[in-house]
């Protein structure tokens, strides 16, 4: 894992979380779509912050694709879920929502969560390499320095 | 009726984002290292790549089928309902699924990771 990607990983979470937040403000705006007046989903692209919530998630997109060119689904999605957290905080300080004890509490697993799975390795080997699954030549792992070994090799 | 209209909807989102995400990144592992692919051919040629991929565009489509029904869901549910509950339900489901179609393996740490974000996600929609 080298700065860039982890920079990659850093946009994933955020261009979701705000494009998240501008869609959910828009669509506010709009009001309850129904079976009834499904057409109006197709007009909601319309309202501006519908359309730049859509920007961020095609940069969302963008970022995530290619985070998973080079690093497994099961590192991704843990690695990047601390767009929840953001999702909350973007509630309260933009929405005024309140965020209860029980919701702090969620937000401490995730954030174990995030750290549990980005100590570890980011891509492993197919189970299976037989099975046409798996993976090209230089999308195999290679073997990751551990934090400490780090830590000592720039000392 | 509103929450009827909102659990469809996460409902929806949980299938639709599973089958959206195993694709694409079933697609992307067969394209290879973006970063790679740009420093030795360019741009173009990841574009190419990908656009000769075709499971690519069966995840785009599943994913867009997920974007619709989370802009459905937003229309009647808060966001604080809606993305934590789809969000952490369809976190199990990736992850049972990258191990049976993706043969990626899930160890424990990683079981984990996906169980305590998936919780704390849960704990979210409380």
């Known amino acids: ?155 | 009726m509103n929450n009827f209209y909102a659990w469809a909807s996460i409902a929806l989102i949980i299938l639709a984002a599973t089958t959206g995400d195993v694709l694409l990144a079933y697609s992307m592992k067969r394209v290879g290292d973006v970063g790679d692919i740009w420093k030795t051919s360019g741009l173009f040629a990841i574009v190419g790549k990908i656009l000769s991929t075709p499971t690519f565009f069966l995840g785009v489509l599943a994913m867009a089928v997920a974007f619709y029904s989370l802009l459905f869901g937003l229309s009647w549910g808060n966001l604080s309902l809606v993305v934590p509950a789809s969000a952490s339900l369809t976190f199990v489901a990736n992850t049972i699924a990258a191990r049976i179609f993706l043969h990626e393996r899930v160890g424990r740490r990683r079981w984990i990771a996906a169980l305590l974000v998936a919780a704390g996600v849960a704990l979210m929609a409380l």
């Open chain 1, 1 to 155: 894992m080298t700065f860039r990607k982890y920079l990659v990983l850093a946009g994933v979470t955020i261009f979701s979380t705000l494009g998240d937040a501008l869609l959910a403000r828009g669509m506010k705006e709009l009001g309850g779509v129904s079976l009834h007046n499904f057409s109006g989903l197709l007009f909601a692209i319309l309202n501006p912050w519908v359309s730049v919530g859509i920007i961020l998630l095609l940069a969302f997109f963008a970022s995530y694709t290619s985070a998973l060119s080079w690093a497994d689904l099961t590192y991704v999605l843990p690695a990047t879920s601390l767009s929840y957290v953001l999702v909350a905080v973007i509630g309260r300080l933009g929405f005024h929502e309140e965020i209860s004890p029980i919701r702090w509490l969620g937000i401490a697993c995730i954030a174990g969560g995030v750290g549990f799975v980005s100590a570890g390795p980011s891509v492993t080997p197919a189970r299976h390499p037989q099975s046409g699954l798996d993976y090209p030549n230089h999308a195999r792992p290679q073997p990751e320095p551990s934090a400490a070994a780090t830590r000592k090799a720039n000392s």
